[in-house]
């Protein structure tokens, strides 16, 4: 039921909203107001510019992840919301990450890099800055890979996410 | 369309243009710095009449009760800063209970947003949570589709509150070519009305195959005017109907199979009746938690749930609906009495009005003056004939028990948010909205000094509201809850002044209050006077206030505890 006491998953959710100042704050409003939490949040226009995307991670049973679409649909400035976690899509995340890196460690550390398809983007005396990107299990093993050299700092993107195939996410009417 | 200005119009004048074109009868509001532009415009014309009230909130509250008692969007202008933020709480009220409204406010200069400028607040960032829409207009150039917008969006769908923030600069701005749209189309806002055919259809399979189906009626039946069909579909398939506090007149109380409220304060019967119904036919209410208690043991019997409502989000919400229907209640039940056969719920019908006979809403029949016989008395003498508006707490239970309402829109209360303070605004807005009716304010002593200050509003605007006030010197509902879940530990409830010889002062005192607005207050002490007390006040046509001093301890039953379930009903003295 809607209080929530089924089974826990994640939720990968695409919003098209129109392209205006407040928008952002609407849609977070509604999950602080309600509760619910939210995992991880991206927003960039489309192709359209008056249309923004957001791509909304957040997790809860089927009960509460119908209420969050159904809150998310209720506000006025949103135009479309789709779960694509209920089909087969695809998802990327960017993230950077700081690592403590010398003359001893920083070959390991390239060759760690090469195998996640990581690049760098930065390196100093102490440090090295790499680019990754990929899905959440890539991400998280990367990250895991490097606590050993001392991870300093990270900075993520957000995850955005499609359809698999031709489906796409259109405007009504278009 | 033809061109409504050759000459180039203000925002000020747009605005007044707009509510003009819009059909807007009545303004309520309040000036100030930042909407001084607007003001210096808004008495330019006689299409609309403006009511200063003396309090923002009170224009909200008066805008909320011309809405809900005419099903036109009601509408307040106000002034920037504290003059919006007093607008908040009526705003909220109005959201809860889904009651178009569009307010305007007043904003400081688009250059000094953002500065902490004099009376600047960020209204559209306070009030986003509790309108369903607002906007900021920083371009005059928008304004007439934004004012366009926020009527349109008040009024449909679900309806509720939209917010303006108008800046001081845009309401001096000058718009060349100014036309107001005649129509609107918002890409990202398309309500559904038209119900899905197969679910109406799966309904009435439901219904045709149910043993003890119970409709149970809110306020989006009442303001979709659903009645013609509710009457038609209890009647044609034998089902009883109870309703929510705000659906009171949705379906006639008179009728054969009202069952009345439900819910905490709700009779023993609707409540019972719920308890064993099989399915359920939930018409715009949306399972609140004073409607279902331990939401575990709510209806533990159904085998169904057909909820119809206009908002998607309001269904399966907190019940998880079987055959859930989108759409406006009366198209869909409309749609729905096309499909459904008549049947015969001989049995259920027997057990459920054999409970309504058995177990009426009750109370002490001696001599002392207690506020049911007020109510009772009142809907006798006037024969049932009024709006009845009520404030929040125990005058609002029995305002719903010992009323009988026939007709949508006669009971007007706030029921989601709980405003108290919210009667007496709210019935000066009904008043002005219904001109040749009666209008009557039924509070408590609390309540109705939440929002005092509106005797001037209704004595300066001859505005003939009646106030009844079940005067019992006591928040009364705190009183019962402290009375009997806090160890009758009376704290921060008592309104009167007791001497030590026991003698209780009522503050204040209402007669002499009247008397410094120039109206008229009536003082009632004794049961045997309160007839000609009524009689006498409807006479006057002005504002009069019946102060009846009740039985200060009275309790409202029957009543099920918050969280709890029918088990638990509290059904009061014998």
Same mark, same amino acid.
């Given at each position: 039921?809607?209080?929530?006491?089924?089974?826990?998953?994640?939720?990968?959710?695409?919003?098209?909203?129109?392209?205006?100042?407040?928008?952002?704050?609407?849609?977070?409003g509604?999950?602080?107001?309600?509760?619910y939490?939210?995992?991880?949040?991206a927003?960039?226009?489309?192709?359209?510019?008056?249309?923004?995307?957001?791509?909304?991670?957040?997790?809860?049973d089927?009960?509460?992840i119908?209420?969050?679409?159904?809150?998310?649909?209720?506000?006025?400035?949103?135009?479309?919301?789709?779960?694509?976690?209920?089909?087969?899509?695809?998802?990327?995340?960017?993230?950077?990450?700081?690592?403590?890196a010398?003359?001893?460690?920083?070959?390991?550390?390239?060759?760690?890099?090469?195998?996640?398809r990581?690049?760098?983007?930065?390196?100093?005396?102490?440090?090295?800055?790499?680019?990754?990107?990929?899905?959440?299990?890539?991400?998280?093993?990367?990250?895991?890979?490097?606590q050993?050299?001392?991870?300093?700092?990270?900075?993520?993107?957000?995850?955005?996410?499609?359809f698999?195939?031709?489906?796409?996410?259109?405007?009504?009417?278009? | 369309?033809?061109?409504?200005?050759?000459k180039?119009?203000?925002?000020?004048?747009?605005?007044?243009?707009?509510?003009?074109?819009?059909?807007?009868?009545?303004?309520?509001?309040?000036?100030?710095?930042?909407?001084?532009?607007?003001?210096?415009?808004?008495?330019?014309?006689?299409?609309y009449?403006?009511?200063?009230?003396?309090?923002?909130?009170?224009?909200?509250?008066?805008?909320?009760?011309?809405?809900?008692?005419?099903?036109?969007?009601?509408?307040?202008?106000?002034?920037?800063?504290?003059?919006?933020?007093?607008?908040?709480?009526?705003?909220?009220?109005?959201?809860?209970?889904?009651?178009p409204?569009v307010?305007?406010?007043?904003?400081?200069?688009?250059?000094?947003?953002?500065?902490?400028?004099?009376?600047?607040?960020?209204?559209?960032?306070?009030?986003?949570?509790?309108?369903?829409? /607002?906007?900021?207009?920083?371009?005059?150039?928008?304004?007439?589709?934004?004012?366009?917008?926020?009527?349109?969006i008040?009024?449909?769908?679900?309806?509720?509150?939209?917010?303006?923030?108008?800046?001081k600069?845009v309401?001096?701005?000058?718009?060349?070519?100014? =036309?107001?749209?005649?129509?609107?189309?918002?890409?990202?806002?398309?309500?559904?009305?038209?119900?899905?055919?197969?679910?109406?259809?799966?309904?009435?399979?439901?219904?045709?195959?149910?043993?003890?189906?119970?409709?149970?009626?809110?306020?989006?039946?009442?303001?979709?005017?659903?009645?013609?069909?509710?009457?038609?579909?209890?009647?044609?398939?034998?089902i009883?109907?109870?309703?929510?506090?705000?659906?009171?007149?949705?379906?006639?109380?008179?009728?054969?199979?009202?069952?009345?409220m439900?819910?905490?304060?709700?009779?023993?019967?609707?409540?019972?009746?719920?308890?064993?119904?099989?399915?359920?036919?939930?018409?715009?209410?949306?399972?609140?938690?004073?409607?279902?208690?331990?939401? /575990?043991?709510?209806?533990?019997?159904?085998?169904h749930?057909?909820?119809?409502d206009?908002?998607?989000?309001?269904?399966s919400?907190?019940?998880?609906a079987?055959?859930p229907?989108?759409?406006?209640?009366k198209?869909?039940?409309?749609?729905?009495?096309?499909?459904?056969?008549?049947?015969?719920?001989?049995?259920?019908?027997?057990?459920?009005?054999?409970?309504k006979?058995?177990?009426?809403?009750?109370?002490?029949?001696?001599?002392?003056?207690?506020?049911q016989?007020?109510?009772?008395?009142?809907?006798?003498?006037?024969?049932?004939d009024?709006?009845?508006?009520?404030?929040?707490?125990?005058n609002?239970?029995?305002?719903?028990h010992y009323? =009988?309402?026939?007709?949508?829109?006669?009971?007007?209360s706030?029921?989601?948010?709980?405003?108290?303070?919210?009667?007496?605004?709210?019935?000066?807005?009904?008043?002005?909205? /219904?001109?040749?009716?009666?209008?009557?304010?039924?509070?408590?002593?609390?309540?109705?000094?939440?929002?005092?200050?509106?005797?001037?509003?209704?004595?300066?605007?001859?505005?003939?509201?009646?106030?009844?006030?079940? /005067?019992?010197?006591?928040?009364?509902?705190?009183?019962?809850?402290?009375?009997?879940?806090?160890?009758?530990?009376?704290?921060?409830?008592?309104?009167?002044?007791k001497?030590?010889?026991?003698?209780?002062?009522?503050?204040?005192?209402?007669v002499?209050l009247?008397?410094?607005?120039?109206?008229t207050?009536?003082?009632?002490?004794?049961?045997?006077?309160?007839?000609?007390?009524?009689?006498?006040?409807m006479?006057?046509?002005?504002?009069?206030?019946?102060?009846?001093?009740?039985?200060p301890?009275?309790?409202?039953?029957?009543?099920?505890?918050?969280?709890?379930?029918?088990d638990?009903?509290i059904?009061?003295?014998?």
């Open positions: 039921m809607a209080n929530g006491n089924g089974q826990q998953h994640e939720h990968v959710i695409s919003i098209l909203v129109e392209n205006q100042a407040g928008v952002l704050s609407r849609i977070s509604m999950f602080s107001a309600r509760a939490n939210i995992d991880s949040l927003v960039g226009e489309t192709i359209d510019p008056t249309v923004s995307r957001i791509t909304i991670t957040a997790h809860g089927d009960a509460i119908e209420q969050i679409i159904k809150q998310l649909r209720k506000l006025i400035d949103v135009i479309r919301v789709v779960n694509l976690s209920e089909k087969s899509y695809v998802d990327r995340e960017l993230v950077l990450i700081k690592v403590k010398d003359k001893k460690t920083r070959g390991e550390i390239l060759q760690i890099a090469e195998i996640f990581a690049r760098t983007i930065d390196i100093a005396q102490g440090s090295m800055s790499l680019e990754v990107v990929g899905d959440q299990k890539k991400i998280d093993a990367i990250i895991q890979m490097m050993p050299f001392g991870v300093l700092e990270v900075a993520r993107t957000g995850r955005i996410a499609m698999r195939g031709e489906e796409t996410l259109r405007l009504p009417g278009a | 369309m033809p061109k409504t200005a050759n180039p119009m203000t925002g000020a004048e747009i605005v007044v243009d707009a509510l003009i074109r819009e059909g807007v009868e009545v303004v309520f509001g309040y000036p100030g710095g930042a909407i001084l532009d607007v003001f210096d415009r808004l008495n330019q014309t006689n299409k009449k403006f009511i200063l009230v003396r309090h923002e909130q009170a224009a909200g509250h008066a805008a909320d009760g011309y809405a809900r008692s005419s099903g036109r969007t009601g509408v307040a202008i106000v002034t920037s800063g504290p003059g919006a933020t007093n607008i908040v709480t009526a705003l909220a009220t109005a959201y809860m209970d889904s009651v409204m307010v305007i406010c007043g904003q400081v200069a688009t250059n000094a947003i953002g500065n902490d400028a004099f009376q600047e607040a960020d209204i559209v960032g306070i009030t986003r949570p509790v309108t369903k829409h /607002n906007f900021l207009v920083k371009d005059v150039a928008e304004l007439p589709e934004t004012i366009k917008k926020a009527f349109y008040a009024a449909t769908g679900r309806p509720g509150p939209v917010l303006i923030d108008l800046p600069d309401q001096k701005a000058k718009l060349e070519n100014y =036309q107001y749209p005649t129509s609107i189309d918002i890409r990202s806002y398309k309500p559904v009305e038209v119900g899905n055919t197969s679910q109406i259809k799966r309904a009435a399979q439901v219904i045709e195959q149910s043993k003890r189906p119970i409709l149970y009626v809110g306020h989006g039946a009442v303001g979709s005017n659903a009645q013609a069909e509710l009457v038609q579909l209890a009647e044609r398939c034998e009883p109907v109870t309703s929510t506090l705000l659906g009171l007149g949705a379906f006639p109380d008179t009728h054969p199979l009202a069952l009345h439900i819910g905490m304060h709700g009779t023993e019967y609707a409540n019972l009746a719920m308890h064993e119904a099989d399915v359920v036919i939930a018409v715009g209410a949306r399972f609140d938690d004073r409607v279902t208690g331990d939401l /575990n043991r709510f209806a533990p019997q159904r085998q749930v057909i909820h119809i206009i908002d998607p989000a309001s269904i919400k907190v019940i998880e079987t055959v229907i989108v759409g406006d209640c198209l869909v039940l409309a749609e729905l009495l096309k499909y459904v056969k008549a049947c015969k719920h001989t049995e259920w019908l027997e057990r459920v009005l054999g409970l006979k058995n177990r009426p809403l009750h109370y002490g029949s001696d001599k002392k003056l207690r506020p016989y007020v109510i009772d008395r009142l809907y006798h003498v006037l024969k049932g009024a709006i009845v508006v009520t404030d929040v707490g125990q609002q239970m029995w305002a719903a009323w =009988q309402y026939t007709s949508p829109r006669t009971f007007i706030s029921g989601g948010l709980g405003t108290m303070g919210f009667g007496f605004p709210a019935a000066i807005g009904a008043q002005m909205a /219904n001109p040749g009716k009666r209008v009557v304010c039924i509070c408590g002593d609390g309540g109705i000094q939440m929002n005092i200050q509106e005797l001037a509003t209704a004595a300066m605007n001859d505005i003939p509201v009646k106030v009844v006030i079940l /005067n019992n010197r006591y928040l009364g509902m705190v009183r019962q809850w402290q009375h009997h879940f806090y160890a009758n530990n009376y704290s921060g409830v008592f309104l009167g002044r001497h030590s010889n026991g003698k209780i002062d009522y503050i204040p005192d209402f002499k009247c008397d410094a607005y120039d109206l207050g009536i003082h009632v002490e004794k049961r045997e006077d309160v007839d000609a007390a009524i009689e006498k006040a006479a006057i046509p002005k504002c009069v206030f019946l102060d009846f001093v009740v039985e301890e009275e309790d409202v039953w029957p009543m099920i505890p918050a969280g709890k379930s029918v638990d009903m059904c009061g003295l014998a």
